[in-house]
T-cell receptor
């Protein structure tokens, strides 16, 4: 069983479209994250939710909106996609909030905006 | 699919060497990475190794890859308190999709 699963794995879309990336964890963790991987392979945190409540919201365009229907799911919706949004996005979960605990990552979603 | 495993915790004394181990299952993994996460921060790429290499050294960091056993290790020489963090191993395929281990928390005691 996959602990943290993201769908889709690959997403190719045109500029201006709206798309969603889904993430689900079956670990019973309280905290979930979205990271964006930059060109230097650095994973920068975008959002963090703890028990469906937003606790970290880094400087990210308003076009990015996370949605957590329950604590096992954290979806990322992106409006009006731009070329610069092309990247690999990783979802992760951890037992509790904060960077001092182990985290489990999804395999990533490669988003390509054309 | 790929499975990447790491031990959860490692404690060392300042000045000692630290060795963090990682195993993976997919023999077709092309790149193996080590990331460092400090509290409250994102993941910083420390180093990586191609699957056709056995060893890579970068200052205090030495990465060893045993491809036959699918075992990767990160050695930090002269470990400092500033090295305290969580270290993630990741395996990547040709499409550069990564599978991460769960992370090893390194605690360095003065």
């Amino acid at each position: 069983d996959t602990a943290v699963s993201q769908t889709p794995k690959y997403l190719v879309t045109q500029m201006g479209n709206d798309k969603s990336i889904k993430c689900e964890q079956n670990l019973g963790h309280d905290t979930m994250y979205w990271y964006k991987q930059d060109s230097k392979k650095f994973l920068k945190i975008m959002f963090s939710y703890n028990n469906k409540e937003l606790i970290i919201n880094e400087t990210v365009p308003n076009r990015f909106s996370p949605k957590s229907p329950d604590k096992a799911h954290l979806n990322l919706h992106i409006n009006s996609l731009e070329l610069g949004d092309s990247a690999v996005y990783f979802c992760a979960s951890s037992p509790r909030s904060g960077g001092s605990t182990e985290a489990f990552f999804g395999q990533g979603t490669r988003l390509t905006v054309v | 699919g790929e499975d990447v495993e790491q031990s959860l915790f490692l404690s060392v004394r300042e000045g000692d060497s630290s060795v963090i181990n990682c195993t993976y299952t997919d023999s077709s993994s092309t790149y193996l990475y080590w990331y460092k996460q400090e509290p409250g921060a994102g993941l910083q790429l420390l180093t990586y190794i191609f699957s056709n290499m056995d060893m890579k050294q970068d200052q205090r960091l030495t990465v060893l890859l045993n491809k036959k056993d699918k075992h990767l290790s990160l050695r930090i020489a002269d470990t400092q308190t500033g090295d305290s963090a969580i270290y993630f191993c990741a395996a990547g395929n040709a499409g550069n999709m990564l599978t991460f281990g769960g992370g090893t928390r390194l605690m360095v005691k003065p």
